[in-house]
């Protein structure tokens, strides 16, 4: 994430400076206060139009204020729809059950019933640890470098950023960190690595509940976990009676290119974490998906008191039924992501950079963390929404909505080339003059 140093460029925003906390964070890299926002489109107080390639830190892959979602919103709410339910039966909630396992689960060969919690992502990798924990009587989990899984404590015990860990005083524990695919570089098998400390009893690795990781590292640098090393992280967890939990919280819901990251590589997870763009709409709301011999709870053993936000079960359907419907949508995605990777390829291979990621999800790894703040920053003054990734935060990251229009994708990643220039030309330029 980008830690610029505040300039308010309103009075509006001077009042959040004032009186909101320090803990702030994105309103830091675009300081100007937004109004409205239409798919790919932001329009601050001023009139000022930007476009929109964070997108909710991909909470909104159908973009902003999607017509139909917004109109089975409205019309709920109208005819005064339950608003909070708690977990208790509504019309809303079995519709959206019901259209979920019709139209990804059942498709996919899948069975997982779907469990609610809180209505964040940590909130779902929460009850997963727990319930992982629960159903094998074992309390150490395997999580791996550069992974991000939430800030609450047994998701941040998880999560391998340094400066997110060091925000807790309180003892992150019961997680062993391993090698993430490719951490160690090429010809380095991280997988049989694992294998390899589980499989010896005097490794000092206690026997896991669970393997957890993301398919694609969002926030830890766009980093990618092979159809191989997925594969065989499956095994490994079989083998040595682990529970495998895929946290797609950031890379589900179409930003791989289809509505799970891990469909690529042929694998069933045990257990998969779900929020952020779940609800299509940009509402909270977040899903654990389980096995049903792993559906070990008792009746509000975990709960969460926002886990029936009817109104997000109403938005996810809608999305549901007009995006997933065939597979015409996720064709569409995987055209763009083309076209995103040979973009930025272009811009990457003009000053000996490169790019990482999968599907939607791709950046620039500048190899600096300031040089990629300056980027994001000249991008932001030439109307584009964009941030940064990584352990260092070197990574641009284009995050752009699944809905955004060609000519806007296209004028987006224009900016992106401009600012590109602007950073790095600008100085050999005013040498050379």
């Known amino acids: 994430m980008l830690n610029h140093t505040e300039t308010p460029a309103t009075t509006g925003a001077a009042t959040f400076a004032r009186l909101e906390s320090e803990v702030r964070s994105y309103c ?24 929109d390639f964070l997108a909710g830190c ?52 899948m069975d997982h019933r779907m469990m609610f919690q809180g209505p964040t992502g940590a909130n779902a990798v929460e009850a997963a640890l727990k319930l992982a924990r629960k159903a094998t009587g074992r309390e150490n989990v395997i ?39 490719g951490f160690h570089g090429e010809g380095v098998d991280s997988a049989q690595m694992l294998d390899d400390m589980l499989g010896d009893t005097s490794s000092g690795i206690d026997a896991p509940a669970a393997i957890l990781l993301e398919c694609i590292q969002g926030e830890g640098g766009l980093n990618v976990a092979s159809k191989e090393f997925l594969q065989r992280l499956s095994a490994i967890a079989k083998k040595h009676g682990a529970l495998l939990i895929i946290d797609d919280i950031q890379a589900g819901c179409g930003r791989s290119g289809d509505f799970f990251a891990f469909e690529f590589a042929g694998i069933e997870p045990d257990i998969i974490t779900m929020a952020k763009s779940l609800s299509g709409f940009g509402l909270p709301m977040s899903m654990v998906l389980v096995k049903p011999e792993y559906d070990v709870f008792t009746p509000a053993e975990h709960n969460g008191t926002f886990r029936g936000n009817n109104h997000a079960f109403v938005t996810a359907r809608a ?17 763009k992501a ?9 811009i990457a ?5 490169r790019v990482k990621g999968r599907g939607m999800m791709r950046g620039i790894d500048t190899g600096s963390g300031d040089k990629a703040a300056e980027i994001c920053a000249a991008a932001f003054e030439r109307g584009l929404v964009i941030e940064t990734a990584g352990s260092s935060d070197e990574i641009v990251k284009v995050l752009a909505p699944l809905t955004i229009s060609d000519e806007t994708f296209a004028r987006g990643l224009d900016i992106v080339a401009e600012a590109f220039e602007t950073v790095l030309r600008a100085p050999a330029r005013v040498a050379a003059e």
């Not at 083309?338 to 272009?346: F, K, M, V, W």
Request: net charge neutral; proline share 2%.
């Open 58 to 109: 991909a909470s909104l892959n159908y973009g902003h204020n999607d017509p139909d979602m917004k109109s089975a919103l409205v019309d709920y709410i109208m005819s005064d729809g339950v608003t909070h339910g708690l977990d208790m039966f509504t019309e809303a909630k079995e519709a959206f059950l019901i259209s979920f396992s019709e139209r990804i689960l059942k498709p996919r060969g």
């Open 143 to 181: 999580a791996f470098t550069n992974g991000y899984h939430g800030v609450t404590t047994g998701a941040l015990a998880a999560t391998g950023n340094g400066s997110q860990r060091a925000g807790s005083r309180s003892q992150l524990t019961g997680v062993t960190r391993m090698a993430y695919d």
């Open 349 to 353: 291979e003009s000053y000996g950079f």
């Open 319 to 335: 999305a549901l039924e007009k995006f997933w419907a065939d597979d015409a949508f996720a064709k569409d995605i995987r055209r």
């Open 338 to 346: 083309d076209y995103l990777n040979q973009r930025l390829g272009a």
């Open 28 to 51: 830091r890299s675009f300081p100007t206060v937004f109004k409205k926002a239409q798919n790919a489109t932001l329009t601050d107080i001023e009139g000022r139009e930007y476009i």
